[in-house]
């Protein structure tokens, strides 16, 4: 593959065609970012060019900066290997380039990608500064407010681009002058909203709102944005004069409204996350001392904001996700995936339904199979319920909902199966009900059909047990409600074959999840690693600690709920169900808490019936329940582990840790039997099955950042004092007495056992 490079042509009509060619997204990699430089000195220096327009190759005009180098960053620490002196020589060459530039975007232009397409317009002239941060040369940007736009500028677009700045969604903030320029050029309003929900916008809107000049096909953009740079450079379209604009901001008094609104949102929806409230600091120095006090402050919270554990786990996120598309000996060997346009789904219930929308709503084709025409029925209005709540939501416009409806048909037999290309059973967790069905849907279905079980916890070997097919059985675990949640567990066997994991990461892409590939155990990844998480919980309140104490503490940790609102959330059914899935297979570390069924025996359901630890009433949040703390006692007299006879006094910290820590062990044991390819697969999984925050990186790499030491030396000291529960894993004390993170490779561990 070539370097990144960058490319000049200039034709014979004046203009220079500046290329970034970085492939896949044109990333603003350092030799990128030198490129640039030298190539905008040359045209800027010829005299045989008079305009020029800037471009990316391969359809997309660039995906911002390369976030490789925030990644070496955090590995390294060295905050020095952020570009200074090459972007400022971008920007600045740019800035300082008497000749017009127009900017050609097509596909998408995010962070320092459309920061790059912005330059022109808010910056009027510039010059060099040198300043100092931290101890090491930044060169930046100045401003010179007082002069006359000299530059010109445009921006001509394809349509569909899609323009944003997402730097938010790595934990930084926009750093080549993005927070100060998106607000002048679009208002306050919608600016903040594109960077503080890193939404981004098309290029049709980007047109009407005047970020964009032009929305053209795009076979001829390069021709319409030549044309473009001729004209300003032959005076025939007017130079764009902008100084320090202000009209689409409004008042200092309205600014300052806008801004405060967004604070309070910010601090409701990302309150554990600094950089929310430090794009609004520097929005706001822009907007109070002017741009050039903007960029400034800009530049120092961004280095700040790139070393922050948020940054760090954010930055894992991301590539961590992109991670689990490369499987060993699956998407390495040379296959492609096979088209699967036609899936069988047996069972209408919330599973089967939720999987069925899904499918409909990406252009596959679903035959819902049910036992008789009143489930049927049922399915199939909890399909239509969940296609008209994605239209509601503005997730789906009407047109794609009835084309999707229309992919769904619902049958009673095996009939429609014989061209079938996957089945995926989501019937309820009965062993020899899916044996049967397996045996039967092995001969209704063609030869080359997936055949897949959503099971959550039956081991797969024992569901293709009555089949001659191994090779195609596979785990299709989708996390409820499965049209919404991201993550999809791609169960293998020894014995599944590659192609089928190939076709089912494949459907998973395009029915819009995140495939993970995980060995087959007792939960498989991500349930079988957070089964301790409602124990450790119960853990506590059987030692005396308050049920609502440990759900507000776990909700600010970042949680979206507790672990008791989520118990009643789930419904008491679905906790009892799964305790003893796991009590049976892990006797040793199952704490038995008796609270669950004193509650049912109460009469509680959780939200179902309106009553569980909390109240449930219509539009209102749920409530502590007071009336559940005598049942908590009883619960505590028949456990009797309090010691003393008195309830513990821990810290916030330590509740915490005690509920999540026991997840980290178990962790531990899924990484030490190698059921995830690797540990970061761990991490997103959590992340988007478990909604572990994203900002803390997963379960693995937030372990990691306490430090393996911190979590063995705790397990240990409540081992000895609570019992088995709390047990370290011999995973996590081997590294914690070698000094190496749980992340690193089982390679970098003697003793470790992949098994994958
Ligand atoms: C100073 C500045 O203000 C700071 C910044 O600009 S920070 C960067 C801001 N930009 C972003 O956050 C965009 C991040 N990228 C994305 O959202 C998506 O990759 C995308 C929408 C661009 C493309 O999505 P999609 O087509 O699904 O491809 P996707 O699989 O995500 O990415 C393709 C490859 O490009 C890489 N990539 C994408 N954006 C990248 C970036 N900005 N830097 C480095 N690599 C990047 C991915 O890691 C992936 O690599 P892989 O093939 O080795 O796994």
């Known amino acids: 593959m070539a370097k990144p490079h960058v490319t000049m042509e200039v034709g014979n009509d004046g203009v220079a065609v500046i290329t970034i060619c970085n492939p896949p997204v044109n ?66 060459v740019i800035e300082d380039c008497k000749k017009p530039v127009v900017a050609a975007v097509e596909g998408l232009a995010l962070g320092g990608g459309l920061e790059l397409a912005m330059v022109r317009v808010f910056l009027s002239a510039a010059a060099i500064s040198v300043f100092f941060l931290g101890g090491f040369a930044f060169c930046e940007l100045l401003l010179i407010a007082v002069v006359v736009v000299q530059g010109c500028h445009a921006r001509v677009a394809a349509p569909k681009t899609q323009l944003g700045l997402p730097e938010l969604t790595l934990g930084v903030i926009p750093g080549f002058g993005g927070t100060q320029r998106l607000p002048r050029l679009l208002g306050l309003q919608k600016a903040i909203e594109i960077m503080l929900m890193s939404k ?64 309070l949102q910010a601090k409701r929806t990302a309150s554990n996350m600094p950089q929310h409230q430090a794009c609004l600091d520097v929005i706001e120095e822009g907007i109070v001392h002017g741009g050039y006090n903007g960029v400034l402050k800009e530049a120092k919270v961004f280095k700040d904001l790139v070393l922050t554990d948020t940054s760090k786990g954010l930055v894992h996120s991301f590539f961590a996700q992109r991670l689990t598309s490369k499987v060993p000996n699956v998407t390495d060997v040379g ?31 679903v035959v819902l199979k049910e036992i008789n025409s009143e ?69 209704a279905c063609p030869p080359h059909c997936i055949l897949a079980t959503n099971t959550s916890t039956i081991d797969l070997n024992l569901v293709g047990e009555k089949t001659s097919s191994k090779d195609r059985i596979i785990g299709a675990h989708f996390f409820s409600p499965a049209h919404i949640m991201p993550l999809l567990e791609i169960v293998r066997t020894e014995k599944t074959s590659a192609q089928a994991i190939l076709d089912l990461m494949a459907v998973g892409k395009t029915i819009k999840k995140v495939p993970v590939v995980v060995g087959n155990c007792t939960g498989f990844a991500v349930n079988r690693a957070f089964f301790p998480y409602t124990q450790g919980a119960h853990m506590l309140v059987n030692l005396g600690v308050d049920v609502f104490r440990i759900d507000r503490l776990i909700s600010s940790f970042g949680l979206p709920m507790g672990p008791f609102q989520l118990q009643d959330l789930a419904g008491y059914g679905v906790a009892l169900a799964v305790g003893k899935e796991f009590a049976n297979a892990f006797p040793d570390r199952t704490f038995r808490s008796p609270l669950v069924d004193l509650l049912i025996k109460s009469g509680r359901n959780g939200k179902n019936n309106g009553k569980g630890y909390y109240i449930y009433e219509k539009g209102s949040k749920p409530k502590p329940d007071p009336s559940v703390l005598p049942i908590i006692e009883e619960a505590r007299r028949l456990t009797n582990i309090m010691p003393n006879g008195k309830p513990i006094n821990v810290t916030d910290r330590e509740i915490v840790e005690m509920v999540l820590f026991p997840v980290v062990n178990e962790a531990c044991r899924v990484l030490d039997e190698g059921v995830v390819v690797r540990a970061s697969d761990l991490d997103i999984a959590s992340v988007l099955g ?29 081992s000895q004092a609570y019992g088995g529960f709390y047990k370290p894993s011999r995973f996590l004390e081997e590294r914690a007495t070698r000094g190496l993170p749980l992340s690193a490779p089982a390679s970098s561990a003697s003793g470790s056992r992949a098994r994958m």
Not at 221 to 239: E, H, T
Not at 335 to 354: C, D, E, T, W
Request: aromatic residues 6%; without cysteine; hydrophobic residues 45%.
């Open 375 to 443: 489930y049927l029925l049922k399915g199939i209005r909890i399909v239509e319920g969940n296609v008209r709540s994605l239209v509601t939501r503005k997730k789906l416009t009407k047109e794609k909902a009835d084309k999707a409806l229309s992919m769904l048909k619902g049958v009673l037999d095996y009939s429609e199966f014989k061209d079938v290309d996957m089945v995926i059973e989501a019937v309820i967790e009965s062993v020899p009900l899916k044996q049967k069905i397996f045996s039967e849907i092995e001969k």
């Open 690 to 718: 478990m909604s572990f925050p994203s900002y803390r990186g997963g379960i693995v790499f937030w372990a990691d950042l306490v430090g393996a030491k911190h979590v063995y030396d705790s397990l240990k000291k409540w």
């Open 335 to 365: 296959l492609k995936p096979r088209n699967v346009k036609k899936v069988a789904v047996i069972g209408g219930g919330l599973m089967g339904s939720g999987i069925a929308t899904a499918l409909i709503v990406s252009n596959i084709f």
């Open 200 to 263: 981004p916008i098309l290029s049709e809107e980007g047109n009407k709102l005047g970020l964009i000049d032009a929305v053209v096909p795009s076979q001829e953009l390069l021709k319409v944005s030549r044309q473009w740079a001729v004209d300003i450079a032959d005076r025939r379209k007017p130079w764009l004069r902008s100084l320090h604009r202000t009209d689409k901001i409004g008042s200092l008094a309205e600014a300052r409204e806008v801004l405060k609104a967004a604070r």
């Open 27 to 92: 990333a603003l990699a350092i030799p990128i970012l030198n490129g640039l430089a030298e190539k905008f000195g040359e045209a800027t220096r010829r005299d045989d060019v008079k305009a020029i327009v800037l471009t990316g190759k391969g359809g997309r005009f660039s995906g911002g900066f390369d976030i490789n180098v925030f990644q070496k960053i955090h590995e390294t620490g060295d905050i020095s290997i952020l570009p200074d002196v090459s972007v400022d020589l971008v920007v600045n």
